[in-house]
């Protein structure tokens, strides 16, 4: 059998920009545009070429039966692009696709709906849509309500849904008609933070059932979660694929300083004092590094320029969570500590003796406000830290981000065997 779930090579698509409509023309007109063609083409080649775009260009990769692939991206790489045409809703310009296995996709919110329909109609038009028969839908139907949630508002035309009751059935129809080939984009960010859970409890199923799964996401905590290996566009192309954590780590640190925050636009405030270097290490380490084990100790290292002195000026900042979560807060005030600035360059650093993040990737935002409390200067995505697992206490379990957000030191006592128990 093949083991090849999907195979694309030298895939490109390519959209005009700005084209219109051609109006009506009279039979004249069309005469005298016949007889100009040539002279008209051989002008009109290079401005075509000017004003089209390419989508996707000369992408090649495969994928397995049975792996999760993850596509990810920033806006504009083409990864919607891509799952259109492997869902057949569009067609490449050039280049070859193989596609083997039955494909469900979810690219939209309510693709496939009827506003007019009913929920229940919408299951059955939906997957009569995805190539299932009628027997096999009656057979799932159940599951797919209950999956779905939506069950008092089956029998109601499905434009008075929200949107997170559209995804919710979507998603709920895909992914029970047993395609052999699962395609999602970035439509479960409608739903709610459990139906969302519930989503990729699915689709992990979905994957250790042998089925192949491509998932389009922002989120990389559920990248990670999911994925095995990842593709990851850029502008058209693939900058790289492989084993997601790496891949997943390149990413994040792609759009990101290299310590130099002087060129970082993502700023703001009077200026008056403002951020020019930031530098993480560990501890007894002369190495920057944005890499972490849970419980070292990490050093910050910034460097500041003040347009004048300042008796008392204050000093923050942030450690931020990939779903744009505050996790915690350093502020210079709140320990007692005086950062008095001198005309000139400022050199501070920030100590963190243990780091109690559990794994995962995270944000560094700074802040520095003049003793009035004002924004002298906010630097935003300033860099970002990546805590791996660790065994802390070598049981051959390390703690993992499924764990919760922060690590507590704590043991466990068998009362039966120890004083502590006899003296209860």
């Not at 799932?140 to 939506?150: A, L, P, Q, T």
């Not at 290996?229 to 694929?241: F, M």
């Not at 020019?276 to 070292?296: P, T, W």
Request: aromatic share 10%; proline share 3%.
């Amino acid at each position: 059998m093949n083991d090849i779930a999907i195979r694309v090579e030298h895939l490109g698509k390519q959209y005009r920009l700005g084209r219109k409509q051609a109006a009506y023309s009279t039979f004249r007109e069309t005469l005298l545009r016949a007889a100009n063609a040539p002279l008209r083409w051989l002008k009109g080649e290079r401005k075509a070429e000017q004003n089209s775009f390419w989508a996707l260009d000369d992408i090649s990769f495969e994928v397995k039966h049975g792996e999760a692939v993850g596509i990810i991206g920033r806006n504009g790489a083409g990864k919607s692009t891509l799952l259109k045409i492997l869902s057949r809703i569009t067609s490449p310009t050039r280049g070859r696709l193989d596609v083997y296995g039955r494909v469900g996709s979810l690219l939209e919110v309510g693709t496939g709906f009827h506003p007019e329909l009913s929920g229940r109609e919408n299951i059955y038009l939906n997957g009569a849509i995805l190539g299932m028969s009628r027997v096999e839908i009656k057979r799932k139907f159940d599951e797919i309500v209950d999956f779905s949630g939506v069950e008092q508002f089956l029998d109601t035309p499905v434009k008075h849904y929200s949107s997170g009751m559209y995804v919710r059935l979507a998603f709920a129809v895909a992914a029970h008609l047993e395609p052999e080939i699962l395609v999602v984009d970035e439509v479960l960010a409608v739903g709610d933070a459990e139906f969302q859970k519930k989503c990729l409890g699915k689709m992990s199923t979905v994957t250790n059932e042998g089925r192949t799964v491509l998932y389009v996401s922002h989120n990389m905590d559920s990248i990670e979660r999911l994925c095995s290996q990842v593709i990851w566009l850029n502008q058209g192309n693939i900058e790289e694929c492989g084993k997601t954590e790496e891949i997943v780590n390149l990413y994040l640190n792609s759009g990101l300083p290299k310590e130099n925050l002087t060129q970082w636009s993502n700023r703001k405030g009077s200026q008056s004092i403002f951020f020019k270097y930031l530098a993480i290490y560990r501890k007894e380490s002369q190495l920057s590094s944005r890499e972490f084990q849970m419980g070292d100790s990490v050093h910050f290292l910034i460097l500041l320029h003040s347009n004048d002195n300042f008796a008392r000026a204050y000093i923050g900042l942030q450690l931020i969570n990939f779903q744009g979560e505050l996790v915690f807060a350093f502020h210079s005030q709140e320990r007692g500590f005086r950062c008095d600035m001198r005309k000139g360059e400022n050199q501070f650093k920030l100590i963190v003796p243990f780091l109690p993040l559990l794994p995962g990737n995270y944000y560094v935002n700074l802040a520095v406000l003049l003793p009035d409390k004002s924004i002298a200067d906010e630097v935003l995505l300033a860099d970002t830290l990546v805590v791996y697992p660790t065994d802390r206490y070598s049981s051959g379990y390390p703690f993992l981000s499924s764990h919760g957000k922060f690590f507590i030191e704590h043991q466990w006592v068998n009362l039966q065997d120890s004083p502590e128990g006899q003296n209860l």
